[in-house]
Antibody, heavy 120, light 109 residues
Framework: QVQLQESGPGLVKPSETLSLTCAVS??????????WGWIRQPPGKGLEWIGS???????YYNPSLTSRVTLSVDTSKNQFSLKLKSVTATDTAVYYC????????????WGQGSLVIVSS | DIQLTQSPSFLSASVGDRVTITCRAS??????LAWYQQQPGKAPKLLIY???TLQGGVPARFSGSGSGTEFTLTISSLQPEDFATYYC???????????FGQGTKLEIK
């Protein structure tokens, strides 16, 4: 059973970079079994996929965010990270890390979520 | 891009009722559709994938069907713990990205 846990600052100033990390346990992070990803949810709104990354480092991003997003993996620490630059108040959201099996497309495992507020 | 539209956006029902939520895709997506349940303040939980396959541990009162552009999630007999928001989700082939429906909030009547 894969377990995911987000960590990072809960408050980010406008125009700065939002950085979150997702620690993975209970599974082989470096295996080809899973893709890892980030999904966010603004307060009271729906879900928006941000991007996904494979253990090898290959990535794909939501076209609406691709100019500001970078995902990376650290296989030595069993974790992957999100950086979103030039944030504004509209980036305020609960950020979830999640995983999907390589053979599927559904997000089977989710972290508990990390609320990030963009405010000065 | 493929868009997913759920209907209704809000649904009021009673314990024991049978309810159906529909997810329509702007173009055919075969059976690449998943359904999630989200309780307030919690992460989404996978209920169904491949349009009709029940995720392990999910009660059998949940079922999914459909293919192409129209999909449904049915709860055969609502239980108190089923009152939540439901989302459909698919993987778009090109550009390669995931999309979610806007959600259906199921409330107690």
């Amino acid at each position: 059973q894969v377990q995911l846990q987000e960590s990072g600052p809960g408050l980010v100033k406008p125009s700065e970079t939002l950085s979150l990390t997702c620690a993975v346990s209970g599974g082989s992070f470096s295996s080809s079994d899973y893709f890892w990803g980030w999904i966010r949810q603004p307060p009271g709104k729906g879900l928006e996929w941000i991007g996904s990354i494979y253990y090898s480092g290959s990535t794909y991003y939501n076209p609406s965010l691709t100019s500001r997003v970078t995902l990376s993996v650290d296989t030595s620490k069993n974790q992957f990270s999100l950086k979103l630059k030039s944030v504004t108040a509209t980036d305020t959201a609960v950020y979830y890390c999640a995983s999907r099996p390589s053979s599927g497309y559904e997000f089977k495992y989710w972290g508990q979520g990390s609320l990030v507020i963009v405010s000065s | 891009d493929i868009q997913l539209t759920q209907s209704p956006s809000f649904l009021s029902a009673s314990v024991g009722d049978r309810v159906t939520i529909t997810c329509r895709a702007s173009q055919g997506i075969s059976s690449f559709l998943a359904w999630y349940q989200q309780q307030p303040g919690k992460a989404p939980k996978l209920l169904i994938y491949a349009a009709s396959t029940l995720q392990g541990g999910v009660p059998a009162r949940f079922s999914g069907s459909g293919s192409g552009t129209e999909f449904t999630l049915t709860i055969s007999s609502l239980q108190p713990e089923d009152f939540a928001t439901y989302y459909c989700q698919q993987l778009n082939s090109y550009p390669r990205m995931y999309a979610f429906g806007q959600g259906t909030k199921l409330e107690i009547k």
